[in-house]
């Protein structure tokens, strides 16, 4: 595999914007500011670092980290100044600076008169340690960075801080342009991996779309070829970004962590959750699932219905934490004594039904990328259930969410090798139908399966891998034009 994994939307992005650092800007004010944000190793740094290396003008590039206190992390900043090309190196040589105001202009003064960059990756850690961190970025940028041609670049994997930080009533409102990197897609994964279909949906479900993981990966194999592989190697990236994701975010001990491992088991009702997590006491139980929900970690769904619902169900967001927590972080101490055997053992053993519910979201998520697919009308595609799955519903079309005023479509998910998708499946989806309100017999049914339909089955709309897989090429992405 390359070293870099091409991402010309983002590299584009980035490029237009040092452009206009470069042509100048209103009133004197050429700086610009980026606040970057996505899931943990999606390859956020690697961009950056790929980005100020291709364009070849002086930057610094400071990393935060958890670090006990503002000091440290201002001896951290300093060191990295220092160490880089810009005329405030030799600045930052003489001095410690012990604010981080003083820090910041003292940078400030000591930037090029041409373009350059100025990278803060992980700046929530250092919000946490100093929640005058904001402002006093803000009133740097405003009054020095702004005024100059630079580039600042914050970066952050904590998702709901970063999208916070350019909300109305914050220091950073309407200063920032903002840039979510994504995973990358089960499209390329596909084209990565050189997989049809079916099996780089399975790979994606293995890797949530992470590069280094996908970078280990040999051209070719199947999911389960390579993870007989993989669980032989403490040290392989499927293993060690699922433990570094977890350990950034919560101690070992956390409640948070706890409750999340429940869900990652398989729970997803409140109270089967509490349960597995140890008998939660309620209280604590909801504020460790509204942390995990803020922090974008969990996703909590109700059903897809004209009624509203508080059957609310929960789920790991990432689908590689998912495959993480279910298959892997139980078993890393086999996996360590060297008997990563056991685990793939007890792998194939429940692969087959694991992938099944693990699919739904990816494929709903693709029928919302197909609209011209999908029946007029259709705003919102979810599922539906009640508290004793009579019925359940896979797919879920209607006008809007969480509660529509019209059930556009219906469907079903069978994603099973060799088995297409029958006559009983739809008898059973028929019925399904019949127990949903807002749905009647003219609400038009979908079939997703992994192998097709069973010859000569009529009456619905067929998706395939092939065609869920095209959700995720360039022409079928339906986007709102951004600044």
């Known amino acids: 595999m390359v070293g870099f994994i091409e991402r010309d939307r983002e590299l584009a992005t980035l490029n237009r914007m040092l452009g206009r650092v470069a042509t100048g800007g209103r009133a004197g004010r050429p700086g610009r500011a980026l606040l970057m944000r996505g899931r943990r190793r999606v390859g956020k740094s690697r961009l950056v670092e790929e980005f100020v290396d291709r364009v070849g003008v002086p930057y610094v590039y400071f990393t935060a980290s958890a670090q006990p206190s503002v000091e440290a992390d201002l001896a951290l900043f300093a060191e990295a100044v220092a160490g880089s090309d810009l005329p405030a190196a030799a600045f930052f040589a003489d001095q410690s600076p012990r604010t981080w105001d003083a820090a910041l202009r003292l940078l400030a003064g000591g930037l090029p008169d041409r373009p350059s960059v100025v990278v803060i990756d992980e700046m929530p850690y250092l919000i946490k340690n100093d929640p005058g961190f904001e402002g006093t970025l803000q009133k740097i940028f405003d009054r020095e960075l702004a005024r100059q041609p630079a580039f600042l670049i914050c970066v952050g994997s904590d998702l709901a801080m970063m999208e916070a930080l350019n909300e109305y009533g914050r220091p950073f409102h309407q200063r920032a342009t ?253 019925l399904h139908r019949s127990k949903l309100s807002g749905a009647d017999d003219s609400t038009p049914l979908l079939a997703i399966s992994r192998d097709g339909v069973e010859s000569g089955l009529g009456g619905v709309s067929v998706f395939g891998p092939d065609d869920l897989l095209a959700a995720w090429q360039p022409s079928a992405i339906h986007e709102s034009p951004q600044e």
């Open 178 to 430: 903002e840039m979510v990197v994504p995973p990358l897609s089960p499209a390329d994964t596909a084209a990565m991996l050189d997989l049809p279909a079916a099996e780089a949906f399975d790979a994606y479900l293995v890797t949530g779309g992470l590069p280094l993981i996908l970078d280990e990966w040999p051209s070719g194999f199947s999911t389960l070829d390579y993870l007989a592989v993989a669980v032989t190697d403490p040290t392989s990236a499927l293993l060690v970004s699922g433990e570094r994701s977890l350990a950034a975010e919560f101690p070992a001990d956390s409640q948070a962590r706890l409750v999340l491992g429940a869900i990652g088991s398989g729970e997803r009702t409140f109270t089967q959750i509490g349960r597995a997590a140890g008998d939660l006491a309620h209280a604590s139980l909801t504020r460790a699932l509204d942390l995990l929900v803020t922090k974008r970690i969990v996703e909590a769904d109700v059903p897809l219905s004209v009624k509203p619902s508080r059957e609310t169900r929960y789920s790991v967001a990432d689908p590689h934490l998912r495959f993480w927590l279910a298959h892997l972080g139980p078993y890393m101490a086999e996996i360590e004594r060297g008997r990563g055997d056991l685990v793939m053992r007890r792998l194939r053993r429940s692969w087959t039904t694991w992938r099944g519910r693990a699919i739904e979201p990816v494929i709903r998520e693709a029928l919302r990328r197909l609209p011209d697919r999908l029946p007029e009308g259709t705003q919102a595609v979810g599922g539906y259930w009640t508290r004793t799955n009579d019925p359940e519903i896979d797919v879920v079309g209607a006008d809007r969410a969480p509660v529509a005023k019209t059930i556009t479509c219906v469907g079903s998910i069978k994603w099973l090798e060799n088995r297409p998708f029958a006559g009983a499946d739809l008898s059973r989806l028929i």
